[in-house]
């Protein structure tokens, strides 16, 4: 059974503390993502890579940074967490090249900023 | 950024009732598809429409691609209880996925 792993479902952390979170997909894809999911607005995307060590901005990048040192793994840094970050984050992978491709999602992490 | 917006926002309807759900946007996208999200789980894709005009079946669910490739609809027949939760449509191209704003669908028993 194909997987997109989320390290945590949950996490709870204070004003001003640098944040991971993980990513870890088993399918082999070359293209993943980072996506905050907030009510009304859908989903919204912050980083993506379509290579190792390879990223571009997405819709909102700001307070947040990426990392993707191997193919499988996909890491999401929020630098100094604010309250205004609490939100469900979404990581998602798919395979490069292909009209028909579909986006693998993991269970998702409910960050809480206080 | 290419936005997709849904409509409705919210819906509730009683369990056999017909619903139909619409994504537009002003972009052309190479495919679209249509996920459903359950509480505490990621998206999980439901069809992809790559032909302007497809029609496509899924049990109760039929999916519809505009002509111009902008925009889509779904129409439930008959809906479940099984059928609550969020039905996010995305635009495909390049290698890139475009959400929707999300309809949340509730059906009461």
Known sequence: DVKVTQSSRYLVKRTGEK???????????????????????????IYF??????????????????????KERFSLILESASTNQ?????????????????????QGTRLTVV | TQLLEQSPQFLSIQEGENLTVYCN????????????????????????????GEVKKLKRLTFQFGDARKDSSLHITAAQPGDTGLYLCAGHTGNQFYFGTGTSLTVIP
């Not at chain 2, 249509?34 to 429409?49: A, C, D, K, M």
């Open chain 1, 19 to 45: 944040v991971f979170l993980e990513c870890v997909q088993d399918m082999d894809h070359e293209n993943m993502f980072w996506y905050r999911q907030d009510p009304g607005l859908g989903l919204r995307l």
């Open chain 2, 25 to 52: 946007s002003s972009s052309v996208f190479s495919s679209l598809q249509w996920y459903r999200q359950e509480p505490g789980e990621g998206p999980v894709l439901l069809v992809t429409v790559v032909t302007g």
């Open chain 1, 86 to 106: 609490t939100s469900m984050y979404l990581c998602a992978s798919s395979q490069a090249g292909r009209w028909d491709t579909e986006a693998f999602f993991g």
């Open chain 1, 49 to 70: 890579s379509y290579d190792v060590k390879m990223k571009e901005k997405g819709d909102i990048p700001e307070g947040y940074s990426v990392s993707r040192e191997k």
